[in-house]
């Protein structure tokens, strides 16, 4: 018995390194091979961005599925290490296809999303140096919406930063205090920046959440959480809408199919119209 326990240390060791590498295998990048007719096609990439523990696998099959759909096609992956440095790898030859951006975090289990904050930003400053990028649409899960929505009201103005075009957040956290807990330090900080909008900008703001039946939560991000958003964005010009999904996890917002349609015909329909996924087809 006394040697089966000294393996032990040894298996554990071994199935947490064979997590990390199997979480890591992100989808290839693809062509587009197959183009709809109901589907605008511009050179404006969308980056896919995980929630806290967020791997390779929250958005592989998705990404297959909008490749075969028509939608677009992955061209880059962008893994952040745990130094917070981006690391690109893919080709991307700037074409108006649809491009799609998987986006990695080493570090996925960090505190908050503060760090995240910073990564996220820092990825858009090199996609404009290096691939010119000058707009971008997001699609992020959980704190990586949360992060999201931070960088964009605090950085978004800067001219090294590419100018946000869609942003879908699929169960995002914004404001995490409790009632009779203290302020969300973070929320308030992002109230306050709302000042930073232009008053001409032409950003579009989805903000989906989940339920579960007869609770007012998806399980993991109770619904007042996600709805804070709207008295941050309810005085500026920026396009806002929130779309409730009931019977919907939160680990559904981005692995359900019903979901996938809703994001393809949400970012890239001809109509560029938020439909809504209890009636999206096709």
Do not use: C
Not at 27 to 44: E, G, H, I, K
Not at 150 to 161: F, I, K, N, P, Y
Not at 261 to 271: E, L, M, S, V, Y
């Amino acid at each position: 018995m006394t040697l089966k326990w000294h393996w032990l240390p040894t298996v554990v060791i071994g199935s947490w390194l064979s997590y990390r590498w199997v979480s890591r295998l992100a989808v290839a990048p693809q062509p587009l091979t197959v183009r709809r007719s109901d589907v605008r096609y511009d050179r404006t990439p969308t980056l896919f961005i995980p929630g806290w523990g967020g791997h390779a696998w929250t958005y592989n099959r998705l990404l297959r599925w909008l490749a075969q759909q028509g939608y677009g096609h992955k061209v880059l992956t962008v893994r952040v290490d745990w130094r917070g440095n981006p690391h690109f790898v893919g080709h991307w030859d700037g074409l108006a296809t649809n491009p799609l951006i998987q986006v990695l975090f080493d570090h996925s289990l960090t505190r908050d999303y503060q760090p995240q904050i910073g990564w996220i930003t820092q990825i858009l400053r090199v996609l404009k140096q290096r691939y010119g990028v000058t707009a971008y649409n997001a699609v992020a899960h959980s704190w990586g919406g949360s992060a999201a929505i931070h960088s964009w009201l605090l950085h978004g103005q800067a001219t090294d930063l590419p100018q946000l075009r869609r942003l879908l957040l699929l169960g995002a956290p914004v404001d995490e205090s409790v009632t009779g807990g203290p302020a969300d330090v973070a929320y308030q900080r992002l109230r306050a920046a709302g000042h930073h909008l232009r008053a001409n900008g032409r950003e579009t703001v989805i903000n989906v959440y989940g339920t579960l039946t007869g609770r007012q939560t998806d399980g993991s991000v109770p619904v007042q959480q996600v709805r804070a958003l709207r008295p941050v964005l309810a005085a500026s010009s920026v396009v806002y809408r929130e779309i409730h999904v009931p019977r919907t996890s939160h680990g559904q917002l981005h692995a359900s199919p019903r979901m996938w349609r809703f994001i393809g015909k949400t970012i890239w329909g001809d109509n560029q119209k938020a439909a809504n996924p209890n009636s999206v087809n096709g």
